[in-house]
């Protein structure tokens, strides 16, 4: 075996050949992570290479970026670039209710935000940071058909001419996303377990164009929310001032609108104040130019195969995208990768085997914690406690923020491991449940922390 040298904290370690399979928001970053530790990375990606595409279709145009992607990408460099530079912060909600007023509570202290990045751009710069490594090879238009995960080899099909392609790697990562083929492949294996979860919501995203002087037609840092339980929507800002906003909604709904008279009827009904920025004319032709997407949300585990195979992304943990965690906790998943490959001085199967099992309650508390808030806010019958909650948490967590930390901020603004935002949320809502103790439990709770 090569070993490394170089000035990547690493000399002397062994040099693998990774296989990524999914050249998406995920693979691109693990490329960079494995690169950067000097071993040979190959790529495979079903699709074209996105740079070279007019128009790349698909899911979701922008992403909310917080902390732990963040963290992910400065770990290669990349942080700065992508976000400073690019993102769009935003340092509050902002709440549009029915008559059409709107009110914001802030994320949390002044410079507390969150970043909309265009998903495009993402990728995009991610593909082009990879591919500065001299030891990243790309191969686009390669589809995984099938695998021999313990042998590490996999068969590809190249696009559209279907020609197959063997291919054997030490180490095949799959970053292919929430239908992973990967993912099919490894739950082959006896003791897998997998589950998945269509919502009856789907997605479909409409566009509020800039104004003519180029600015935005809504204020710009802040991502937009309007909920109205059944029906919600969302707003966040492009670098072009125009917004993405998505629309969720139960199929059954989205079947119901068939007529640009029904679907302007709903508008004005239920987001009045949306219809004259999009513009009558827009929303009718850009609502029946796509179909709605459906949400799924998966469970499974472990996410390895011995030292050979791991998925990671998507293909670990899809979840619906009510907590905008789902790129972020990808991103999570290769740092903390890395992380535990050094620690293991990159001996791989103590390394996936103590990254599958500790990365997978933390894994699936954000996908549960992703299905309890579209529940939360599917069902919220009076929309006037989504304010109240978060007013009152965010007083909370002003008067006392090492003490109480409401859970989106543990969640978003922290590294907290996912499973343990929910035990910290529990014990807050045991507090809340015992007004009449309240004072004594937080005393007893702050002694506890500092004895
Ligand atoms: P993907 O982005 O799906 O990439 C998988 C890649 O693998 C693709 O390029 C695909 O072409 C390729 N591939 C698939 N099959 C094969 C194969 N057989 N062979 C080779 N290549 C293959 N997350 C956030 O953090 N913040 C948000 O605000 C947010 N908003 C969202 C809004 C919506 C509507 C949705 C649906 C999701 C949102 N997410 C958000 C989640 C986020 O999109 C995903 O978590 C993220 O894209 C996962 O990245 P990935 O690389 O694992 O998978
Ligand atoms: C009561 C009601 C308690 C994604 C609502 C808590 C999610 C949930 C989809 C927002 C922000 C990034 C998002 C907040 C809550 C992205 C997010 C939130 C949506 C929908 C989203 C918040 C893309 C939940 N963050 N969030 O507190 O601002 O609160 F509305 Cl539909």
Known sequence: METITGANGCDGFPKIKVAIVGGGLVGTLSACYFAKRGHEVHLYELRPDIR??????????????????????KEVGLEEQLVQRHGIPMYARMIHELDGSTRSIPYGKKDQCIYS??????????????EKYPNVHCHFNQKLVSANLKQGQMTFERQPSKEIEQVEAQLVVGADGAFSSVRKQMMKQPLCD???TYIPHGYLELCIPALSD??????????????RGRFMMIALPNQDASWTVTLFMPFDEFGKLDTPQRLLAFFKEHFPDAVPLIGEEKLVSDFFACKPSPLVSVKCGPYNIGDTALIIGDAAHAMVPFYGQGMNAGFEDCRLLDAVLLKHKFDVGPALKEFSTTRRPDAEAICGLAMYNY???RDLVNRKSFLIRKKVDSLLHSLMPNLWIPLYTSVTFSHMPYAQCIKNKEWQDKVR?????????????RQFYRS
Not at 59 to 69: D, P, W
Not at 433 to 445: A, W
């Open 375 to 377: 529940v939360e806010m």
């Open 194 to 196: 997998f589950s998945q």
């Open 117 to 130: 990045v265009g998903r495009r751009f993402l990728n995009e710069s991610l593909l082009t940071a990879a």
């Open 52 to 73: 070279e595409l007019e128009h790349v279709p698909g899911r979701s145009i922008n992403l909310a970026l917080s902390v732990r992607g963040r963290a992910a990408l």
């Open 214 to 227: 180029g600015t935005h037609a809504m204020p710009k840092n802040y991502l937009h929310i309007w909920p």
């Open 433 to 445: 449940h015992t007004k009449q103790n309240q004072h004594d439990y937080l005393i007893n709770k």
